[in-house]
């Protein structure tokens, strides 16, 4: 009789692999694994401790796949950023040959959302000054935390709002 041929492992299988030789799990906290260890918690550091955990600990790694753009994933796993310069540690810089099955496999095993159309009824130049409206201070107020455009926020100085067209995927930004 032929032997069965055993399937590929599935995307979320690989990651996981990934993520345990990389030692990701150490930092990160992905599908309720991982994270700092207590031991060493106190070495994560901010310049900004009204930030608390989220200022200083690696952001959280769940459905990751499906947030972020491929080009970002890459600048990430590959060079490291500094998007969050609040936060002094650093990721490592993994270089191209190290991760390229996981900058593949993060976005099949983190399908995107899929997108709604959506449609305006105002012309495109209204639709612009309400979303300035709403990042502003009279508002929604983003720009109270976040910085934009390289102008500091009045509080907190937390990720430029500029940097998410490059890093976020319009699916998962859309559906936020």
Not at 20 to 28: A, D, M, P, T, V
Request: proline share 7%; aromatic share 6%; net charge positive.
């Amino acid at each position: 009789a032929l032997a069965k041929k055993p399937a590929a492992p599935a995307p979320a299988d690989l990651v996981n692999q990934s993520f345990l030789s990389l030692n990701c799990y150490s930092c990160h906290v992905r599908d309720k694994i991982g994270g700092s260890e207590d031991s060493r918690n106190a070495s994560f550091v901010t310049t900004q401790p009204e930030m608390g955990d989220e200022g200083r600990l690696p952001p959280h790694l769940t459905g990751v796949g499906g947030k972020l753009t491929d080009a970002w994933l890459k600048q990430v796993l590959e060079a490291g950023t500094k998007v969050r310069p609040y936060m002094l540690v650093r990721m490592p810089k993994f270089g191209n040959g190290n991760v390229q099955d996981l900058i593949k496999n993060l976005p099949l095993a983190d399908p995107q959302v899929a997108e709604e159309e959506i449609t305006f009824v105002d012309p495109p130049s209204k639709v612009k000054s309400s979303g300035r409206l709403l990042v502003g201070t009279k508002a929604l107020g983003c720009v109270k935390c976040h910085t934009f455009n390289n102008q500091k926020a009045e509080g907190i100085q937390a990720l430029d709002l500029t940097s998410m067209t490059s890093r976020l995927k319009h699916g998962w930004f859309q559906k936020y």
